[in-house]
């Protein structure tokens, strides 16, 4: 019988760090690089839901995440390559975090993820 090393951790996170730890979950999982600002960027996003492009750049560059506008379009572009985000409107488009990543965000979060890694034996 195979022996299984299991660990079970418990932490209490605040909201930007639980929305924040399942973008960097899925990133991962799905091997796209991204960068803590960008991280940032698509938390903030996420906790803020569905926004006006030019209104939510405005408010990204408010709180520090980008030095400019300019960064945070910049963000959102790569973001929207990478199939992160969704980007909706010709004239004020609304922009918001891929409904395929399963993100949540408001309300009380527990995620009980399960990874399992198999270390195959040679004979």
């Not at 660990?7 to 803590?36: A, F, G, P, R």
Request: charged content about 30%; overall charge positive.
């Amino acid at each position: 019988m195979a022996l299984v090393n299991q660990i079970d951790k418990k932490v209490k996170m605040s909201k930007w760090e639980i929305v924040k730890y399942q973008i960097l979950t899925h990133c991962y999982l799905n091997k796209i690089s991204v960068s803590e600002a960008d991280l940032d960027c698509l938390t903030f996003l996420a906790l803020e839901g569905d926004q006006e492009l030019t209104s939510f750049c405005v408010k990204a560059h408010t709180k520090d995440i980008f030095s400019s506008t300019q960064s945070v379009r910049n963000c959102l572009t790569k973001a929207e390559k990478k199939n992160l985000i969704k980007k909706e409107g010709k004239n004020k488009k609304k922009i918001f975090i891929n409904p395929e990543m399963k993100v949540h965000s408001t309300g009380t979060i527990f995620l009980d993820f399960k990874f399992l890694s198999i270390e195959t034996q040679e004979v």
